[in-house]
């Protein structure tokens, strides 16, 4: 480890170096007298320089020079393919739009490899840079799956990733069996040149295309999402005890007296968070948000914390759950299950009557949970007062009804400073045994979830400003502002219903939720908040603090999830450190070199288990639509595009009706007030506007959905 530290903090000093204005192109003997390199180091500097040749951030000419890539018109970055074979290269710095490759130029180039790019055309006029790859640097992926279809002495691969815009050519020897049908993993031994297709071999059968599960198993092979944790953190896991010792509880905060609750989802099985209020004699309350102390028990560098960092999150799919950590533990001991002591860390914040946290306290603690319950239960109990709940509760109903008050007072400050809340429907996919879609529904958002929800914020926000203001080493969750250029297209879109956002340059929070607040309850209110949600950035985890724009908050971090996300964990350990005295110099220069990697790891990982997540969902709702052609739908136009009307569903399902297959009229599109316009009967169809569609087709291996718009026949017959 000390060793690879060295080696890097070498390689970054050189790199520097070569960027610095001082530097003029040098070979690679003449940079090596240059920096002044020990003879017994030269093999050394050879490999940081092939190093950094490899990682695209420096080229070295035909003449031998050492450069930056920009110097000779040259970029690097990561490619996305596209179905119709072009893509674009998202570059490593110096450009905030994606690089345009024509079809002809991508060099062989497949989706997700890391390219160098000579570019070809700027930037200008509202239009992106063009490129041609001259240079694969790191292949992303030789392993993808898809669909096989066996001819005549030889079999085709159709990869489900539509980014990958050519079938993989797999020889008679190479099938493994496999027939017409099949799911197959398949590994590229021949990249594409010119017109000839990618070449393969059948690793791994997952099953035929109908089998129950194979669709899923699918997409957890297309992404690559570990299963199985290795021999080594399962043997960790048995090693821990499946109670606490008093051994154990030595020196914590015993909180097992003060009535503390879980309050989760219907079928949650791991309980990460538990609370805990009181009123204090001078009005205020006493907040207490108690955290599993999964750091206890995944300790850094052990095999359960190798493989909870490879993994970064743990993975909701439709149909299962792919964990972070081994379900012994996040249901077992680390889970804040009801009736049984267990090892926490909480944040204890006393509020005051206007929201503000006006003290509070971190520490390591013990706790005991006196109920598990769901947000179901609580929401009847504060929301409607359910009499037999309440009796059933009658114990915590007090508690609860007091918490329903602090949850009004954080939501109501949150809102006053601007902080921006959407309200979209989720979709709730409920499976039967055989992960057949039973229903589609959106998920249901009430007082009791966003009181968890309030609890939570306010705790990750005392925790993050605690440790900014001691600087210390630490993770922190920032959402930047807005693009300008993202923001003025915002703008544009709203003035297109009417809606205007004061200020012309920087826009703060406010002003947006003003216009959310403005469209809340009107028809208009989803496609708004999709206009507004794409206008924002995406958030990551940063080990400098920025601030979270969407929050309108100075200080944000992750600290309330370590069983399912690893930058809660890191955190966690970071905290635990400085309250033992121990983040001393030697522990502090540790955690600064690690964390910029750490952050990285875990962004990177969050996107990953959007994406995954995202495509199962969709999956589902394909399977679910397909069996309910002809049928007839209501729901709001949430796209227009000029060969398409999108329309999501009142169930949050989305399809589209094509342009070329709406044969009353020509229809065009009209970009500046986002609506497709009928040139001779004038019709019009605009973002946001009701329709009623039919199901006509739902294609399970492209994951899309296709509507027509609805006659007036047709919802008479779906009436009846």
């Known amino acids: 480890m000390k060793n690879d530290e060295i080696m890097n903090g070498r390689k970054e000093r050189i790199y520097q170096y ?16 240059i920096l002044d390199v020990p003879v017994e180091e030269r093999e050394q500097f050879e490999d940081i320089i092939s190093q950094l040749i490899s990682q695209g951030k420096v080229i070295e000419t035909k003449k031998g020079k050492i450069m930056l890539p920009k110097e000779l018109n040259m970029v690097s970055g990561v490619f996305t393919g596209n179905a119709k074979g072009f893509g674009f290269v998202t570059a490593d710095e110096g450009f905030d739009r994606d690089i345009f490759i024509p079809s002809e130029f991508t060099g062989g180039a497949m989706h997700k490899d890391k390219v160098m790019v000579r570019l070809t055309n700027t930037a200008s006029n509202g239009k992106r840079a063009e490129g041609q790859i001259v240079k694969i640097v790191e292949k992303g992926t030789d392993n993808l799956v898809g669909t096989f279809e066996l001819l005549k002495g030889f079999g085709f691969v159709t990869c489900d990733d ?50 129950p599960g194979v669709d899923i198993l699918s997409i957890i092979r297309q992404y690559d999402l570990p299963q199985e944790f290795n021999q080594e953190a399962y043997e960790q896991t048995e090693k821990i005890g499946l109670d606490i010792t008093n051994a154990e509880i030595e020196g914590r905060e015993d909180f097992r007296n003060i009535v503390t609750v879980t309050i989760d989802g219907d079928d949650s099985k791991d309980f990460d968070d538990a609370v805990s209020l009181d009123i204090l004699e001078n009005g205020n309350f006493q907040l207490g948000v108690h955290i599993a102390d999964v750091s206890h028990y995944v300790t850094e560098g052990s095999p359960l914390d190798r493989e909870a960092y490879q993994r970064g999150t743990s993975y909701y799919l439709v149909d299962r759950v792919i964990p972070m950590i081994p379900h012994k533990l996040s249901n077992g001991i680390c889970s804040l299950n009801p009736n049984e002591d267990r090892l926490t860390l909480s944040c204890v914040m006393e509020i005051s009557r206007n929201g503000e946290v006006v003290a509070h306290k971190i520490c390591e603690s013990v706790i005991h949970s006196h109920a598990r319950l769901t947000y179901t239960k609580v929401n009847k109990i504060i929301q409607f007062e359910d009499p037999e709940l309440c009796e059933e509760y009658k114990d915590f ?31 709730k996919i409920i499976l039967d045994k055989n992960g057949k879609v039973l229903d589609i529904a959106p998920y249901d958002r009430n007082w009791a979830t966003n009181l968890i929800e309030e609890f939570m914020l306010v705790c990750n926000e ?52 003003a216009i959310l607040n403005t469209v809340s309850g009107k028809a208009e209110e989803h496609i708004i908040s999709r206009i507004v949600l794409r206008s924002m950035k995406q958030a990551r985890y940063q080990e400098e603090n920025y601030g979270h724009f969407g929050l309108a908050a100075k200080f944000y971090c992750h600290f309330t999830s370590p069983i399912r996300r690893y930058p809660d964990l890191q955190i966690h350990r970071i905290i635990k450190e400085n309250l033992k005295g121990n983040l001393q110099e030697n522990r502090a220069n540790h955690y600064n070199k690690i964390l910029p990697g750490v952050c990285k790891q875990c962004s990177s990982k969050e996107r990953l288990a959007e994406e995954a997540e995202r495509e199962t969902d969709k999956l589902k709702m394909v399977e679910y639509m397909s069996e309910r052609i002809g049928q007839v739908f209501s729901g709001i136009i949430s796209g227009v595009t000029g060969w398409g009307i999108y329309v999501e569903l009142d169930n949050t399902v989305e399809g589209m009706v094509a342009l070329n297959g709406m044969t009353d009229d020509f229809y065009d599109f009209d970009e500046v007030n986002l609506q497709v316009l009928g040139r001779k009967k004038g019709k019009i169809f605009r973002l946001g506007d009701r329709a009623t569609v039919m199901v006509a087709k739902a294609d399970k291996e492209q994951r899309t959905i296709d509507f027509v718009f609805a006659k007036e026949s047709d919802v008479k017959t779906e009436e009846n």
């Not at 003025?488 to 809606?499: A, D, P, S, V």
């Open 462 to 513: 005392t925790v993050a400003e605690d440790y900014y203001w001691q600087e210390a080493p630490f993770v922190y969750r920032n959402h930047e502002t807005p693009d300008d250029e993202k923001i003025e297209n915002m703008k544009k879109m709203l003035r297109t219903f009417g809606y205007r956002i004061k200020g012309q340059n920087e826009v703060h929070p406010k002003e947006i939720q």
């Open 397 to 427: 109903v007090p508690m609860l009804k007091d918490m329903n008050k602090l949850r009004m007072i954080l939501g109501k400050k949150r809102r006053h400073r601007g902080s921006i809340d959407f309200d979209f429907p989720e979709a």
């Open 18 to 33: 070569i960027k610095s204005e001082d530097y003029l192109p040098l070979k690679r003997h003449e940079l090596c007298v």
């Open 162 to 211: 539509k980014k990958i815009s050519q079938d993989i050519f797999v020889s008679k020897e190479n099938t493994k069996g496999a027939v017409s049908g099949h799911k197959v993993v398949v590994k590229i031994t021949k990249r594409p040149e010119g017109s000839r297709s990618p070449e393969g071999v059948i690793t791994e059968i997952l099953g035929h295309i109908d089998d």
